[in-house]
């Protein structure tokens, strides 16, 4: 871990490069079946990871690599079929995690469950390595009750219901497909006191990440809330590519 910049820290660690290598690589594979082309993104991946170093931040890297691939594949969104599958199972482990937090007894409880099972999709993400999980209903629903089971190791639960109290207008910024469809029960809690929720995506396809497509299909459009996207396609936000819509409602 190294300061970049003031109050900027990097987390690069050298094993940082062969993850997106292997990223790189499972993209590739899911981008063309063209093996000359295959050869010479590969060739491309190790051009851009040229420029790894402890001063670099990895994702900016990731970013190049997944757009690289975009361009000289023609294939825009090679995920397509992870995120569809992954949308179903998310609606559908979401809905069975729904019954059960409206068993609740209390505010308190119902927002616990609804965090507990964004924790849970957050495992739904293709662009890690090593990561390995199944689109597997009845192991994410077994994982759920684990976890409300377990809960949190960090534990900061009432400063966030604390903080609750304090704001009226919630930034949501969603992840992956699949992953989104149980960020919908949170939002759906937080809709039910009153907050104003704007829920941010993608602007287009990248890696696995959420898009507007992603929104309709696991049905956030059906919710009082605003949908935006962050003006454009990176991993994350970069704040050199989002739009002046997205800054607004940040700075508002």
């Known amino acids: 871990m190294r300061k970049k910049e003031k109050n900027v820290l990097l987390w690069t660690k050298p094993s940082c ?5 292997n990223i790189g690589y499972s993209a590739l594979k899911k ?3 063209d093996r000359k082309l295959q050869y010479q993104c590969m060739e491309e991946i190790f051009s851009i990871l040229k420029d790894f170093s402890n001063d670099v931040f990895p994702v900016d890297l990731s970013i190049k ?19 569809k599958l ?4 998310g ?3 979401s809905e069975s995690i729904k019954l059960d937090i409206n068993n609740s007894n209390s505010f308190s409880e119902r ?7 964004t924790i849970v999709g957050n495992i739904i993400d293709f662009s890690t390595a090593q990561h390995k999980f199944n689109l597997d209903v009845k192991e994410f629903e077994d994982l759920y009750s684990q976890n409300l089971e377990t809960g949190f190791k960090i534990n900061d639960f009432e400063e966030f219901i604390s903080l609750l109290d304090k704001i009226e207008t919630i930034l949501y910024l969603l992840d992956n497909a699949g992953e ?15 907050k104003t929720v704007i829920v941010v995506l993608k602007e287009g396809p990248i890696a696995n990440d959420a898009t507007l497509e992603d929104a309709h299909q696991v049905g956030l459009d059906t919710l009082d809330v605003e949908l935006i996207t962050t003006g454009s396609n990176a991993l994350g936000v970069m704040f050199n590519e989002v739009s002046k819509d997205f800054i607004q409602k940040l700075e508002s």
Do not use: H, W
């Not at 490069?17 to 290598?21: E, G, I, K, P, V």
């Not at 992954?86 to 199972?89: A, F, R």
């Not at 927002?111 to 099972?117: D, S, V």
């Open 91 to 93: 609606k559908t482990v």
């Open 111 to 117: 927002i616990n469950k609804a965090i507990i099972g």
């Open 17 to 21: 490069a062969s993850c997106m290598l």
């Open 31 to 33: 981008s063309s079946k």
């Open 86 to 89: 992954s949308n179903k199972l």
């Open 180 to 194: 989104i469809a149980f960020d919908k029960l949170l939002i759906d809690e937080l809709l039910a006191i009153g």
């Open 65 to 83: 690599i997944f757009r690289m691939l975009q361009n000289s594949t023609n294939n825009i969104d090679p995920y397509e079929k992870e995120k």
